[in-house]
Every structure is written in C-alpha cells, then in structure tokens.
T-cell receptor, first 115, second 112 residues
Framework: GAVVSQHPSRVICKSGTSVKIECRSL??????MFWYRQFPKKSLMLMAT?????????EQGVEKDKFLINHASLTLSTLTVTSAHPEDSSFYIC???????????FGSGTRLTVV | GNSVTQMEGPVTLSEEAFLTINCTYTATGYPSLFWYVQYPGEGLQLLLKATKADDKGSNKGFEATYRKETTSFHLEKGSVQVSDSAVYFCARTFSGNTPLVFGKGTRLSVIA
C-alpha cells in the first residue's frame, strides 16, 4: 500500500533555532499533504494543507511565518519550525492522500523537543 | 458545524472483554468515516473505514457500521487483547482533497 516516510522521528533543538521535518510519499504522487500537531494525550490538530506548487493553506490560529511549509514536488513536503520555542515542543504528523485514492496515509510522526 | 465526537476515556478492560467506543459525527452531506489506532510512541494506522451509509468496516476483529440515521460509527470488538491497548481516533472526511477531522481520541488499556 501507499507509504509515507517522515523524518526525523525525534529531534531535540535549542530555543531560537529552526528545525525542518520532511514528509515523502514513497510509491505514489501526493498533490496534497496535511500537517497535524498532537499535544500530549490530545487529538490531532490540523495545522495546514500543503499543495504541490502553490502556497499552503493554514488553519486559523496557526502562524504561517513560524511554521513554513514547502511542497516543491509531488513526493515531498517539508515543515520548518522557525525560531523554535519550548511551547513548540509537540508531536508533528504528516498525512497524504493518493490522487484518486480512498484513504489517507500517515507518516510515523516527529517528536520535537525544544530546550 | 462539522465535527466528530467520541466517548472520552480512558477505558480499562480485562482481556477478552467486549469493547464499544462510541463515535458520532455532524456534517452536511455524506462523509467517509474512519477509525485510526495509535500505539504508544507511534504514528497513526488506519484500522477500518466506511464510505457510505450501512457500510461495515472491519479489521483485526474490530467492526464499525456507518449509521446515517443516528450519525454514528461506533467501534466494537468482541474480545479484546492486551495488544489492543492504544489510543483510538474516529475521523471523517469528504471526497476530494479535504483533510481528516479527528475526534479527541479514546485511550484503551487492556489488562491481563
């Protein structure tokens, strides 16, 4: 089946630095990818919809200048957390829907810890 | 609005007990419905889905039936195992490239 590879799985960074998370569709083309954030013991909150070749659509309350999304190809979307702060520590998960497919495939998630 | 409501946990059951996790949705139109499972420290895995009314999704002994009249998609399993301990998320979406909308998740703990 469709596979989405997300890297890194864990990252620890210092406050003020930037972190890039990659999400790749391995065996299909994903024109649209979704980025979610999950707080401890909470549900997944949709952050943005990433569209290949165009600007991402951000959900209300999500800072687009802080969470930069790039979807430069049909198989790769990246989320960059800029000037990270401890409150950005969270579990970030990407998801892709195969064109014409009937389901959603999720990456394995990235646990970000900002110290 | 469009949302998904599922029963709050945590749910603790003994091995071989019957499981029900309730899920209801509000939506205009006819969404597709999903159950995802998240094992400790891992990402989400699709457990089962249903795309139209009266469809029954099933996998690994879990079942859920798309009930349009009650706008529900309750998850059931006749005999749970310790390995079923995880967080279960109900979700819905529509056709096209719309994102999944998740319920808050229900943590299940099965004890031997």
């Amino acid at each position: 089946g469709a596979v989405v590879s997300q890297h890194p799985s864990r990252v620890i960074c210092k406050s003020g630095t930037s972190v890039k998370i990659e999400c790749r569709s391995l065996d299909f083309q994903a024109t649209t990818m979704f980025w979610y954030r999950q707080f401890p013991k909470k549900s997944l909150m949709l952050m943005a919809t990433s569209n290949e070749g165009s600007k991402a659509t951000y959900e209300q309350g999500v800072e687009k200048d802080k969470f930069l999304i790039n979807h430069a190809s049909l198989t790769l979307s990246t989320l960059t957390v800029t000037s990270a702060h401890p409150e950005d520590s969270s579990f970030y998960i990407c998801s892709a829907r195969e064109e014409g497919g009937h389901g959603y495939t999720f990456g394995s998630g990235t646990r970000l810890t900002v110290v | 609005g469009n949302s998904v409501t599922q029963m709050e946990g945590p749910v603790t059951l003994s091995e071989e007990a019957f499981l029900t996790i309730n899920c209801t949705y509000t939506a205009t139109g006819y969404p597709s419905l999903f159950w995802y499972v998240q094992y400790p420290g891992e990402g989400l895995q699709l457990l089962l889905k249903a795309t139209k009314a009266d469809d029954k999704g099933s996998n690994k002994g879990f079942e859920a039936t798309y009930r349009k009249e009650t706008t529900s998609f309750h998850l059931e399993k006749g005999s749970v195992q310790v390995s079923d301990s995880a967080v279960y998320f109900c979700a819905r979406t529509f056709s096209g490239n719309t994102p999944l909308v998740f319920g808050k998740g229900t943590r299940l703990s099965v004890i031997a």
